[in-house]
């Protein structure tokens, strides 16, 4: 099922058109629901707690009078159904998120942005003035890539305060006003330095790219 309505991803499209109705920047926004399966923390975990089991069911057959003491198959038939649980339990995505590292998730989610941002062809703008808008769900991560071109003209720091308030708005589920307002912040940026001039042919897709 599609993370938004089609009325809010009109309304991210009619905003990229409108920013780059005042820029010769190229604008692309980009939804991916998660960066990364992350298949090996559902193992990982699973095969940590099966490692322990034979131990827990040694102290419950020594120290409880209702345990029948297993033999050494049982101890294997348990460990096996334990991990085969477990890696269904931490399967399950929220639980599964929570376990993995932040600097993982977001090593992960950057690695993805970047691969959109040449896949998407902001890499091969006339004038180098693409721009990716990133959003990553699962990770809560946000990332701006400008290409090689505005950041000839544009100050790093200038774009804190908008990918600052990107993230805040996401890490509250406002990935809409999000979108909105970093693409409108973005343009009145790019304004300053890359106005639209006559002939200017838009180049890439605005429409919202969910992956």
């Given at each position: 099922?599609a ?11 009619d905003?990229?058109r409108e ?18 399966g992350?298949r ?16 827990v ?14 033999g050494?198959?049982?101890v ?22 929570a ?18 941002f ?11 003035t ?10 809560h ?8 071109g ?7 720091g ?54």
């Open positions: 099922m993370f938004l309505s089609q009325e809010q991803k009109d309304s991210i499209r905003a990229i920013a780059e109705s005042r820029t010769s920047g190229e604008f692309v926004a980009v939804l991916a629901q998660e960066s990364d992350y090996f923390i559902p193992v990982l975990w699973a095969a940590l707690v099966a490692l322990v089991t034979p131990a069911v040694l102290v419950l057959s020594k120290f409880s009078a209702f345990w029948i003491e297993p050494l198959a049982d294997y038939l348990i460990q096996i159904l334990v991990f085969l649980v477990g890696i269904a339990v931490f399967g399950l995505s929220p639980l599964k998120m376990l993995i590292p932040a600097r993982v998730k977001h090593m992960r989610a950057s690695r993805l942005a970047h691969e959109q040449h896949r998407q062809g902001l890499a091969n703008t006339e004038g180098s693409g721009v990716l808008l990133f959003v990553s769900v699962a990770e991560y946000v990332e701006i890539i400008a290409d090689r505005i950041h000839q003209q544009v100050e790093e200038a774009w804190d305060a908008i990918v600052a308030d990107f993230v805040r708005r996401v890490a509250v589920g406002q990935v809409t006003e999000g979108f909105l307002a970093a693409i409108d912040g973005c343009g009145s940026l790019l304004q300053q330095h890359f106005p639209r001039e006559g002939g200017d042919v838009d180049e890439l897709p605005n429409h919202l790219i969910e992956i």
